[in-house]
Structure formats: structure tokens, C-alpha cells
């Protein structure tokens, strides 16, 4: 059962999840990369790419370590 957001929420997401997918691609990291230097599953990172998740502020954190930006460039 997924969560339901509103146009304004999805939105939020979505641009959240294309900033990272466009920092990954910069850095020359496929999803599993990402994924494994991260701790976190390739599948989430997926979901997190194309704004299905609700992103936590310690797995934006974990992420953006990865990417070796500031959490605050992700967002």
C-alpha cells in the first residue's frame, strides 16, 4: 500500500529524486553503485529516482556522501 501525496507533494519528490539521478549520472555511478556505497538497496534508489519515496533526511544524507555534495545541493 503506497502513500497518497498531493500534486504539490509528488512534484517535491519528483524533483528531489531527478536531482539525484542527475548528480549519479555526473558522477559516473550506476543505481547499484550508488546503491551499494550508500548501504541502501538499488530498488529504493530506483523508487527514490522516480519520486515514489518519501525520502528520510538520513538516507539524504547517506546519499549525498556518496555523491560527495552537501545534503542541502539535494534538496
Same mark, same amino acid.
Given at each position: 500500500? *503506497?502513500?497518497?501525496? &498531493?500534486?504539490? /507533494?509528488?512534484?517535491?519528490?519528483?524533483?528531489?529524486? !531527478?536531482?539525484i539521478?542527475? $548528480? %549519479?549520472? !555526473?558522477?559516473? +555511478?550506476?543505481? /547499484?553503485? $550508488?546503491?551499494?556505497?550508500?548501504? =541502501?538497496? %538499488?530498488?529504493? @534508489? *530506483? &523508487?527514490? !529516482?522516480? *519520486? !515514489?519515496?518519501n525520502? &528520510?533526511? $538520513?538516507n539524504?544524507?547517506? @546519499?549525498?556522501?556518496? +555523491?560527495?555534495?552537501?545534503? &542541502? /545541493? =539535494?534538496?
Amino acid at each position: 500500500m *503506497g502513500a497518497t501525496y &498531493s500534486k504539490d /507533494e509528488k512534484l517535491f519528490l519528483q524533483q528531489i529524486g !531527478e536531482r539525484i539521478k542527475n $548528480l %549519479r549520472i !555526473e558522477a559516473n +555511478l550506476s543505481q /547499484e553503485k $550508488l546503491a551499494f556505497s550508500c548501504d =541502501l538497496d %538499488r530498488t529504493y @534508489i *530506483g &523508487s527514490v !529516482e522516480r *519520486g !515514489e519515496r518519501n525520502i &528520510s533526511a $538520513l538516507n539524504i544524507r547517506k @546519499i549525498a556522501k556518496a +555523491l560527495k555534495v552537501k545534503p &542541502s /545541493e =539535494l534538496v
